[in-house]
């Protein structure tokens, strides 16, 4: 008998038909590879990049997305019990059910830029979908880790939560200029380049998609 779904696109690297524990369990291995990637476990990046498609890619993205969207919907509440707001719950549906494409729409454009500028410095193409997961496998997880340190230590100390993500976030950021390092073969100046383009055009484009959330929230 033939059990689970088929992908509603087509995507390079996807099986041909899943469930949704498969989504979950594939999701939360590619995380816990993620997590050995920033603890620098010899070879473990490598070795993960190298298996890079575009479903790996949209796997971790998208797990790592809804994981965040509502991690940021409970710190909205939380914010809004402590001082008192006024709890908007059709905003904050709202913002849950864009969150997610729009925190994988930013990502992609990150790594889509990013890679424009990797690939004129480099004489060794390298395909964007391994560029996009070099960035993915190390930036979701980390990203997933600030968004539940910033709703567990905001029940406590808002400030503090924000600090310890912003600490997180720049490591997150040291290891993936190891990767471009690693799959460019650039030297360090270059790396830091291609993760300062990266992390420019994710800021444009999440104030820009935050922008069109704030209307749709009004």
Known sequence: MTTGFKMPVEIPGAPERVTLGQLVSDGMALFRTGLDILQRKPGVYEAEVNQATWWRFWLIVGIG???IAIANVL???????????????VGLI????????FAAIALYAAAYVSHQYATKQSSEPVPLAKH?????????????IASLVALVVGLFA???G???SLVVSLYALLVTVDGFQMVYKFDRNKAWITAVIMIVTSIVATLVLGAIVGVLIR
């Open 65 to 67: 997305s809804v994981i």
């Open 75 to 89: 710190v909205s509440v939380l914010l809004d019990a402590r001082f008192g707001g006024r709890l908007n719950v």
């Open 94 to 101: 709202i913002a849950l059910i864009v969150g997610i494409p």
């Open 132 to 144: 996009a997961y070099t960035v993915a496998v190390v930036v979701m997880p980390a990203n997933v």
């Open 158 to 160: 808002f400030g503090l």
């Open 162 to 164: 924000s600090l310890i």
